[in-house]
């Protein structure tokens, strides 16, 4: 049971340069979300999903794009890289009000 | 302004101490998550509360929902090196169930 799967681990993209994040999970869960986490600002929410079709904007949503065509596969994707968007990017998912399983994480440089 | 705060930010103390860390809003919440992260990891689910005022207890790791569902604290008991982490508050407001907010988190070190 792999959980919640992220890749790739580390990318340095120049700015202006697109790219999709992939995140999959094998657990079934209907919700899954997007955070990016920077130093003394703990994570913030991008995009989050409640199921297959249905997408929604979270805190810092602007530079990026998601989808959700099915259950298992949440990519995010980066429109034209931008240095503030240098960071550390998780994936999770959780089912109803249970507590979120995240993936290991995306660090990002954007130079 | 952070949705959820978190105090102290850092917290330095020796193996064996206890220690408490808080978490607070002003807006009510559905439910509250904690969480510890390390270095280079995904944060992990420690507990959820779903109901003012439920007290849950894992081994020396005791946490509160505040009556009014608008804080949490985390106790830990006897703390060892292992407990070092950044510990994450996160919850979903009665208003917008579906979005979960974090905390800035707390970085507690245990020195042996």
């Known amino acids: 049971n792999a959980g919640v799967t992220q890749t790739p681990k580390f990318q340095v993209l120049k700015t202006g340069q697109s790219m999709t994040l992939q995140c999959a999970q094998d657990?079934?869960?209907?919700?899954m979300s997007w955070y990016r986490q920077d130093p003394g600002m703990g994570l913030r929410l991008i995009h989050y999903?409640?199921?297959?079709?249905?997408?929604d904007q979270g805190e810092v949503p602007n530079g990026y794009n998601v989808s959700r065509s099915t259950t298992e596969d949440f990519p995010l994707r980066l429109l034209s890289a931008a240095p503030s968007q240098t960071s550390v990017y998780f994936c999770a998912s959780r089912q109803g009000s249970y507590g979120y399983t995240f993936g290991s994480g995306t660090r990002l440089t954007v130079v | 302004t952070q949705l959820l705060e978190q105090s102290p930010q850092f917290l330095s103390i020796q193996e064996g101490e206890n220690l408490t860390v808080y978490c607070n809003s002003s807006s009510v919440f559905s439910s509250l998550q904690w969480y510890r992260q390390e270095p280079g990891e995904g944060p992990v689910l420690l507990v959820t509360v779903v109901t003012g005022g439920e007290v849950k207890k894992l081994k020396r790791l005791t946490f509160q929902f505040g009556d009014a569902r608008k804080d949490s604290s985390l106790h830990i008991t006897a703390a060892q090196p292992g407990d070092t982490g950044l510990y994450l508050c996160?919850?979903?407001?009665?208003?917008?169930?579906?979005?979960?907010?974090f905390g800035p988190g707390t970085s507690l070190s245990v020195i042996p």
């Open positions: 657990m079934n869960h209907e919700y």
């Open positions: 999903s409640v199921g297959a079709g249905i997408t």
């Open positions: 996160a919850g979903a407001r009665w208003t917008s169930y579906d979005k979960v907010i």
